[in-house]
């Protein structure tokens, strides 16, 4: 009997210290690329940080928070972005789910078209954002067609000059590229809805529109909300396609919150201002993902079988 | 067993390590460091190999490993590198980057050096003033340039337009000039590089004589006088550029393409020319009612407080190489203008540059940017105003105020 314990305990120990060593490598890497410039950068929001040889940062308490919230360039960009957001997240989710609707229901050459919706999502983003700028430049290929093939109007526009313009065409950017992401994943979610629940409804009588309505769209609701809130993380976090498109010109107006804190980093080298900018958004990010918990959770789930 | 084997490995490695430290055997050969911008496209790295080569043969305990950068990287990389001290020996970068360097507490003093005022006498004055902050220098001058009035010929003679010769005609040009596909100018950006020889032929300013104040200097009548007449041109089509309109084309693509048929500009410009086969004439700026001031550009060497005393000193035997005559000379056959006195009446070196006459005469009056450790951002303040004022955001006179109140505010700090 003792024997027995001593070795039930000894193979605990072994099993304990194998634990460990699987997450320990993990946990270090996240915790140095992760959590410590996490904790830095909070700490940095609240100095005059300086990077030079030998200087000294000096503590200034909240003044770089009162900077950047006194900032208006920075208000315009916190504008854009939240433009962004709100614009192309549910325009990206309503067309992916259409599509991912379309494509759910044809049996053939449905990988062909999931690959054609694709595309865009796993093509770079610097080359597609070339592509667009090209395409929106004042003597770019929508001018011609506008102005050369099919006459429509008689001086090219300047899609990029303005900043609503620009803004335009930078959120239809990022709406073309995503609505292959959000058809991949609502379609797994719509395979996964009961058939019998079609059918059932079948027998009542239900029209196709009834049937999406009061079938599908409750049944997919988990994906619906993971989607809202991968997406809405990812619109705070545009960079590229402004970048390229138009470097947030003219005069700092199309500026999204990545591309001036870029900006306020490496030429202006105002490391207490960004890090408070930063801290500020991921303020925002998490009021608005406590916003879309809170909306999904209020509405009560009404049974519908099992 | 086990025991034995780990015994073996932990041996064996302590060998290894062993030979391979007896191995580097003491050879006293310094190796320094060269970060820079030369372009490969004009031949310039091959000349600076070959020059290394000649170097590296006369000094043969030195060795220098250069490193290829573009502009913003290597402004990038001194700023990561200079809290982490993984800076070059010696760096050749745009004159700009003395203050912003400088503020980063990275440069080495180098007038403290002995031979420096012997060496400096040796370079032009003007170009070498980009260096000095209070009363000492931070470098020296590599390069230097200038900007003059490029002009397409073709498209000058197909509108019927004679070349300016004041300021005023050459905004009336530029309006002539812009018909169907065709824009009179470009300007790509709306920094004092780019507006600050308007605004000095006029005889305004950007700051006052002491760099302390913007207010009454960037917001007087002169000043808004000249950035409105730039935003009616902007206004009525004949004036682009990509910072004050995403939408238009990169100056170098709308010279090729023929579309710009004026430009400002530096050296640069004349080799893009040539490749994209344009018929292209250059003169100086224009004069304004106060002279034709155009502004200063060019290259400066630095060296970093990172380096010990050993590297420091064969940083400078190589810079002084870099800018004695022989090596300007042949720098000059691609297309760097030179600041070395010799170098610049040696006939190679006006045979290689054929605008060298009109960039000389242009460097005579040419006004260098204010050297004081905050430029870049009180550039970046001016770029933005100007522009918000050229693409009509903004009243001009509104836009100068706010930016004038901006930079005080700035240097006041």
């Not at chain 1, 058939?195 to 009588?205: H, P």
């Not at chain 2, 390590?17 to 030369?38: A, D, P, Q, R, S």
Request: hydrophobic letters at 50%; aromatic letters at 12%; glycine letters at 6%.
């Amino acid at each position: 009997m003792i024997s027995q314990a001593v070795i039930k305990h000894k193979k605990k120990r072994r099993t304990n210290w194998r634990i460990w060593a699987i997450f320990l490598p993990g946990f270090l890497f996240v915790t140095a690329f992760t959590f410590y410039p996490m904790i830095k950068m909070f700490v940095m929001s609240f100095f005059d940080w300086k990077i030079g040889f030998q200087q000294v940062s000096t503590f200034v308490g909240l003044r770089n928070y009162i900077d950047v919230l006194s900032d208006p360039t920075a208000h315009i960009a916190i504008e854009n972005t939240l433009v962004y957001a709100v614009v192309t997240v549910p325009v990206q989710m309503i067309l992916g789910l259409f599509v991912a609707v379309l494509v759910n229901g044809i049996r053939k050459y449905s990988v062909s078209f999931r690959l054609a919706y694709y595309l865009p999502v796993i093509t770079s983003w610097v080359v597609v954002a070339l592509l667009f700028r090209y395409i929106f430049a004042t003597s770019g290929l929508l001018n011609y067609f506008l102005v050369d093939t099919i006459k429509l109007i008689s001086e090219p526009i300047g899609w990029l000059s303005t900043r609503w313009a620009a803004l335009c065409a930078i959120m239809l950017l990022g709406i073309w590229k995503g609505i292959g992401w959000n058809m991949i994943v609502f379609l797994a979610a719509l395979q996964a809805v009961p058939k019998d629940q079609y059918e059932a409804s079948d027998i009542d009588g239900a029209s196709r529109i009834q049937k999406f309505f009061y079938i599908t769209l409750p049944n997919i609701k988990g994906t619906t909300l993971f989607i809202l809130v991968m997406l809405t993380i990812g619109a705070f976090n545009t960079y590229t396609p402004v970048a390229v498109l138009t470097a947030g010109n003219p005069a700092h107006q199309t500026e999204v919150v990545l591309t001036w804190m870029y900006f306020q980093t490496f030429s202006a080298l105002n490391f207490g201002y960004s890090a408070a900018l930063s801290i500020i958004i991921t303020a925002l990010i998490v009021i608005a993902t406590i916003i879309v918990f809170g909306l999904s959770a209020k509405k009560k789930v009404t049974h519908y079988g099992k | 067993m086990r025991t034995k084997s780990v015994i073996t490995f932990f041996l064996s490695i302590v060998a290894l390590l062993l030979l391979v430290g007896c191995n580097t055997t003491v050879t006293e050969k310094v190796t320094i460091e060269f970060w820079h911008n030369y372009s490969e496209g004009d031949g310039q790295i091959q000349v600076l190999e070959t020059l290394i080569t000649e170097f590296e043969a006369a000094n043969p305990d030195i060795v220098v490993e250069h490193v290829y950068m573009e502009w913003s990287a290597l402004k990038d990389s001194v700023v990561l590198g200079s809290s982490t001290s993984v800076l070059p020996d010696v760096l050749r970068g745009d004159i700009a980057f003395i203050p912003q360097f400088q503020s980063l507490n990275v440069l080495v003093k180098m007038s403290d050096f002995e031979d420096y005022d012997t060496v400096a006498a040796t370079v032009l004055a003007a170009p070498n003033s980009s260096n000095k902050m209070g009363d000492d220098f931070y470098g020296i001058a590599a390069n230097t340039n200038t900007k003059i009035l490029f002009y397409n010929e073709t498209l000058l003679n197909a509108a019927s337009v004679s070349v300016p010769t004041t300021l005023d005609e050459v905004w009336t040009a530029a309006s002539a000039l812009t018909s169907g596909q065709v824009i009179g100018m470009v300007e790509p950006w709306t920094g004092i590089w780019n507006v600050g020889p308007y605004i000095w032929s006029e005889g305004g300013d950007v700051l006052s004589p002491d760099n302390t104040t913007a207010e009454g200097y960037i917001n007087s009548q002169i000043v808004v006088d000249v950035i409105q007449t730039l935003a009616d041109l902007y206004a009525e089509g004949s004036l682009a550029g990509p910072s004050m309109n995403p939408g238009a084309t990169g100056d170098t693509d709308g010279w090729a393409a023929g579309t710009y048929a004026l430009q400002l500009d530096g050296p640069w410009r004349e080799s893009s020319c040539i490749a994209a086969g344009i018929n292209y004439q250059a003169i100086p700026l224009p004069a304004g009612s106060h002279g034709s001031v155009s502004v200063l550009g060019g290259e400066d060497f630095m060296q970093f407080k990172s380096s010990d005393e050993a590297h420091q000193a064969a940083a400078w035997e190589f810079i002084k190489f870099m800018i004695s005559e022989h090596a300007q000379v042949e720098m000059a056959k691609v297309g760097q203008m030179p600041v070395n006195l010799d170098a610049l009446e040696n006939a190679e070196a006006i045979a290689a540059l054929p605008l060298l006459p009109v960039f000389a005469e242009a460097l005579q009056t040419a006004k260098a940017r204010p050297v004081i450790p905050q430029w870049s951002e009180v550039e970046n303040i001016i770029a933005t105003k100007v522009a918000e004022a050229i693409t009509g955001q903004k009243a001009v006179q509104t836009a100068l105020d706010e930016a004038a109140t901006e930079i005080d505010a700035l240097l006041a700090d």
